[in-house]
């Protein structure tokens, strides 16, 4: 299943690729510069996805205390961070251009970066703590609380900034986008989402061999 | 329950005061907070009306942490933790009782910070007394129903004084916002009815999160 | 003597970055102080401007007290202090150990803060980095010279978490005014020059402290 | 000898008191709300000798490690705190009607509230520790600190205040005081330094009668 995947990802990443340097035309106002989207909207869309299944698993674990939720979780979460790191970094490369500055308060990602420092607070609890049953409790409770915090924090960071002054710049991503372009959105999405489950599949195996290798190593003291 | 939660809440209240050591250290810790920010930012009059509410509140969450830091701290000390969580006492009560004792702890603490704040920062702001003290209210409502909870779940960990804060102030990122900007509307307008779309999200906020830690605080209490 | 002092800065290095989780921890703390202040107060360009040397140094005294915090945990947690203690190692080669260890730390922290600094708050920061990694260095020994004495005293306490600010931030007022003033200088006028006087003062607390701290230490640590 | 003491303080503060308020002819400029400064100079100068005297009988225990000299720093300091705290106060309160305002960052008393703050520190340390040599060591070291701070503080608070504006406050102080002001101002120096000294001797037995009491109790277990 797996090798299937990685097998699919290697022209999937090439094509798009491919597709969005020579096929898809450059936006018109924007420039060269806008084709940066096509990592950034993929990178929010896969990190709040892998944040979601991060909730979902923790509430299971913390009904079912089956361990292979508690896999789930910290696997995913951790991908999630990269991917959120990846879009507020190509965020803030196109915050460059387009408001002349690399850092604006954009709600988005705001958020998003939010979001980066809550997660990467749980990882760091995984580290301060060694593997066991209160691990997954703990962290399954943090993941918990972060998610259901998601809203809050979107809501109030976009009224912080509109009361601030009115926020001429998101219509620039909310104005009709050619054909062409959304098509390209889509399929970048996709690959990335290939993207995503390969890696996460790839991160849970890897997670497992270190549990029973933690378990093996228990045993013998 | 009732009873357990009030027990509880007495037996912290008295302990705190017991020893006011514990009190006014808080106190003190969060006047020179206060210095500090007097000290660094810009003295003149017109630019400490516009710092005051996000000084205030920062000042809040620092010493508020503080206090969460000891919350637990006690039990963990002479070893009554595992006494409590044994004893027909649920968790819930546990729960709701540290986190009365820690509002009530942080109340009085912003009580006398609230004149303080107006001596050093904004000369108007103890005219509102009575507002800022009723915000101070709903915020450290939420603030110690997210904060009793990582409290209690970072007590046994070795880096807790530093796991704390990065867990605690992503999460309170709605209520800091929420509350300097209620504080703004209160000091320099009509008070809270100028900003009823962030008092609503504060109580939603509040609401949200007794909720949830009272839910999962089963859950890190575990033995 | 001196290869005393290496011994223990290295051992002290060596654990902070063998783990990196501490370091990380403390970056990510300092990032989260800086993003509050970010929120909490005005966001205007030109607050940012007047705001920003005093937001640089508040981050700094709160992640430097973390950080000190943990200075003579390890040893406390492991009893390796006794040893230590008992060793013919001096307490002086001891104390500039421990004082070389935070140091250190601290200015890998700040060299990662400026740029996020200048980010977040004013974009010409990045352009004065060496001098402003350079006024850190200076403020980090006067910070570590004081804060290594006040962690070893305050190790043993009970609540050394709450006592350690109370005790240190006040004596670093001087260091906060100067080093405020000084990057004031450096961000809006002619660098250091321009503020002859503070770097005098800073230089002089650093070289007072030192000195005191390295004397009044055998003290602090008698067993 | 503390009965003499006792017995002269009587009329003293009563001669103080009925001079400030009846012989002393009310400032020009000023009005009444001046006299408050008969309390407030004489409050500040006895806070710092008394942080003085702290300091030196700090060194003097580190040196020789006798008792008796913690007993003297750790009553004169308390004195000395509840004196800083009166010259803060009744700083603010002269502070009113002359600036407007209740606190206005003149740096003498911004460096009181320092001193304050510090030694207050001091007093916390105390109680956070038990009865010891090692209580005793460490606040020596903290008081010896602090009091070697003072220039420094006093400095750059001078500093940090000139240089936002120039000092037009500090020049009332200056000027020249009429005679029987300064005679007054004086006599309440007096007062003040009889009261110190009866103060500090009380608290002083009131220490060694504590600490031999913990000391009896400490034998019979």
Redesign the interface.
Known sequence: MRRILGILLIPAIAGCGWMIFFWVPAEASMGIVQKIMYIHVPSVMVAYFSFFIAFISSVGY?WKRKEGFDIVACSTVEIGVIFCGIAIVTG?IWARPTWN???S?DPRLTTA??LF??F??YI??R???TYGE?QA??S???A???C??IP??H???V??RT??QPSTILSTQKNVIDRPLAIMLWISVFTMALLFAYLLSMRIELEQKTRAYLKQIANIY | MVSDIWTILAKDIKLDFRSMENFFSMLFFSIIILLIFAFALPADTHDHKTLAPGIFWVTFLLSGMLSLNKSFQMEKENGSMEALLVSPTSRGAIFLGKMAGNTVFIMIIQAMLIPLFSLLFINTAISHFGELLLLSLISTIGFTAIGTLLSGLTTDLRFKDILLPILLFPLLVPLLLASVKITQGILWSQGFQSELDWVKLLIGFDLMFLIISYLTFDFVMEI
Chains 1, 4 share one sequence.
């Open positions: 913390l803030s500055t690399y850092w308060w970066l939010i420092l809550i990467v607070g760091l609890l580290r301060f703590t209160q409790r703990l399954a409770v943090i918990i609380v972060g259901l915090d809050l924090i809501m109030s960071v009224w912080w009361l601030h």
